[in-house]
């Protein structure tokens, strides 16, 4: 059981947009950044989002973070392809001493 | 390009131990905090350790803590990863990976990852 909660999947139409949520508690989400991390089939993580909202050099706009108190969203917009992976989220926890990730949501493109 | 290349994995009887190497090169090595993540098969990311930047503190996650031990050897711009009394729930692709931020305001995040060493421990 992962401290931070995602939804397992989510999917949508090329071209559409999907989201997934990030919900922690205050010692976590709540008093820190959230990071989002793109993990393509056979591949090592990539990081797509940090400090909430950020994004990397190379990381193309159609992907976008947001937080609101113990919560983040990962938005991706236009979705193509070439975006089916496991999506994680992660930050640390001021309470455990720890870093923690959600459990992953894997994106599927109809 | 920022590189981290691990490496000494393998398959392990229960109760060995083994120990893994992560490689850097492009960057201050010296300069950041290093961590070792990992993902037992079809399963989600793990956090297991880190060690500051001079490897004068270290943390580990509780499944980890008291069997495994981080280091890191700055003149090699290596980090490594003692594991003991190695189990079955020790299964799993490690990997390297560099903290970039401040963690103190809570502002870190892993900016790089190698590719990952398999682990797997079986009689």
């Known amino acids: 059981q992962s401290v931070l909660t995602q939804p397992p999947s989510v999917s949508a139409a090329p071209g559409q947009r999907v989201t997934i949520s990030c919900s922690g508690r205050s010692s976590n989400i709540g008093n820190n950044y959230v990071s989002w991390y793109q993990q393509l089939p056979g591949t090592a993580p990539r990081l797509l989002i940090y400090d909430n909202d950020r994004r990397p050099s190379g990381i193309p706009d159609r992907f976008s973070g947001s937080k609101s108190g113990a919560s983040a969203t990962l938005a991706i917009t236009g979705l193509q392809t070439g975006d089916e992976a496991q999506y994680y989220c992660g930050t640390s926890d001021n309470s455990l001493g720890a870093w923690v990730f959600g459990g992953g949501t894997k994106v599927t493109v109809l | 390009q920022v590189q981290l290349v691990e490496s000494g994995g393998g398959v392990v009887q229960p109760g060995r131990s083994m120990r893994l190497s992560c490689t850097t090169s492009?960057?201050?090595?010296?300069?950041?905090?290093m961590h070792w993540v990992r993902q037992a098969p079809g399963k989600g990311l793990e956090w297991v350790a880190d060690i500051s930047s001079d490897g004068g503190k270290t943390n580990y996650a509780d499944s980890v803590r008291g069997r495994f031990i981080i280091s890191r050897d700055n003149s090699k711009n290596t980090v490594y990863l003692q594991m003991n009394s190695l189990r079955a729930g020790d299964t799993a692709m490690y990997f390297c990976?560099?903290?970039?931020?401040?963690?103190?305001?809570?502002?870190?995040?892993?900016?790089?990852w190698g590719q990952g060493t398999q682990v797997t421990v079986s009689s």
């Open positions: 492009r960057f201050v090595f010296s300069s950041y905090v």
């Open positions: 990976t560099r903290e970039q931020g401040i963690a103190l305001v809570g502002t870190a995040y892993f900016d790089y």
